[in-house]
């Protein structure tokens, strides 16, 4: 990959500037960011705002990437949009990701939008979305480490690239961060003469329509994204804002689905940071002690022996799966890395074989909800097979 600003910004002056007026919300950070910038829509619906949306990766349809008013482009319209978009493409070598975020932009352009949620994906000096040329509002989910191949092997490195989107005077929103990543936003707002607005997670009198406690830290930033919005010329009230977080959805997130009739969660948590807030979740329905059975599909490339020893419990059970189509950790290799956990490791080939395996005896006899995790991709091929459904 070519990861430069140059080509899409070229790219998008061939298109006309598609949006250059339209005021953005830019969505950055390692985990959160979608679910930010889903309630961020939500809101702006409840308002009565015209808006656009785009996020990434996709559970089961590449139209769920690009949304306005909660409406996701259709098929054949997303397919005539990037093929009308081919002759820029080529000519400037555009990315897949680059693609897509210039066929949501004309979309939006044809759709008279007073806002737009740009949920960056890799990174954020280089993304796509930051060469959309007006972005009043920075909003930053979690911090931490991965990508690391692409970002940096540090914290400092990684908030580097991710606070690399905040422009001259825009006004930046966080939840309490690291450290060191604290002082890597601090420095780089102060340096772009944007301001900074630190927010506390909301209150438990704040209906979410996102399950999790975590929920409550990117509700705030949310929040406190759609009150600035009133100083950008908007009208957005508190009531309204409460609605929309209220009925905001977002699928594979600390979801429970069924299999047979089972209960299962998802979650596509696939890093360290992630990892520590699924054990937090943990505790909200489990008691101490109590197993917990675990079905893990983890990419190659990801940091699957900090998450394992982060995840499992003295009790737990953790069977590893391939996440299909993807290069995947084994169990064999992360006993030989974790070998304290290499007692708690199973192998399986599929999903159904664990759930198969889990549920075959005792059908009556009640069983600790399994939680199935590591990888979004994972999740989407269950739900696009038709492997788990809604309740």
């Known amino acids: 990959m070519d990861l430069s600003l140059e080509r899409m910004q070229t790219a998008l002056n061939d298109l006309a500037n598609p949006c250059a007026d339209v005021p953005a919300v830019q ?49 054949a319209q997303l397919r005539q949009r990037l093929k009308q978009l081919q002759p820029v493409a080529w000519d400037h070598n555009l990315t897949p990701f680059e693609q897509l975020i210039s066929a949501a932009l004309v979309h939006f352009e044809a759709n008279a939008l007073d806002w ?64 060191a990543v604290t002082k890597v936003l601090e420095a780089r707002s102060q340096e772009m003469g944007a301001t900074l607005e630190w927010v506390e997670p909301l209150p ?23 009150r600035r919005m009133n100083a950008l010329g908007n009208s957005i009230t508190e009531e309204q804002i409460q609605r929309g977080l209220a009925q905001a959805r977002w699928p594979g997130r600390l979801q429970t689905l069924h299999w047979n009739h089972q209960f299962v969660r998802v979650d596509g948590a ?43 419990e003295p009790n737990d059970e953790a069977w590893i799966v391939p996440v299909p189509g993807h290069g995947s950790w084994t169990a064999d290799q992360l006993s030989e890395i974790c070998p304290t956990h290499a007692h708690q490791l199973k192998s ?32 989407g091929s269950l739900l696009a097979e038709g492997v788990l459904k809604e309740p």
């Open 27 to 75: 969505v950055v950070g390692t985990n959160g960011k979608g679910s930010i910038a889903c309630m961020i829509h939500s809101g702006l619906t409840a308002a009565g705002l015209r808006s656009g949306l785009t996020t990434s990766p996709h559970l089961t349809s590449w139209c769920e990437r690009i949304c306005v008013n909660q409406q996701q482009i259709e098929l």
């Open 116 to 179: 737009l949620v740009l949920e960056a994906g890799l990174g954020g000096r280089l993304d796509a979305t930051t060469a959309h040329p007006y972005r009043p509002l920075i909003a930053i989910g979690s911090i931490g480490m991965d990508h690391c191949e692409h970002l940096g092997h540090s914290l400092t490195a990684i908030s580097g690239e991710k606070a690399a989107v905040i422009g001259p005077g825009a006004h930046v929103i966080s939840a309490p961060q690291h450290e």
């Open 204 to 226: 438990d009198e704040w209906e979410l329509g996102l399950p999790g406690h975590l929920q409550r830290r990117n509700g705030a930033v949310a929040r406190a994204a759609l």
């Open 270 to 312: 696939h890093n360290p940071d992630a990892a520590e807030q699924l054990a937090l979740e943990r505790r909200c329905w489990n008691q101490s002690g109590q197993q917990q059975i675990w079905i893990l599909g983890i990419q190659a490339h990801k940091q699957a022996p900090e998450m394992l020893r982060i995840l499992l």
């Open 348 to 379: 399986a080939s599929s999903i159904e074989d664990v759930l198969l395996s889990l549920f075959k005896n005792d059908a009556d006899k009640p069983k600790p909800t399994p939680v199935i995790a590591g990888s979004l991709y994972l999740i």
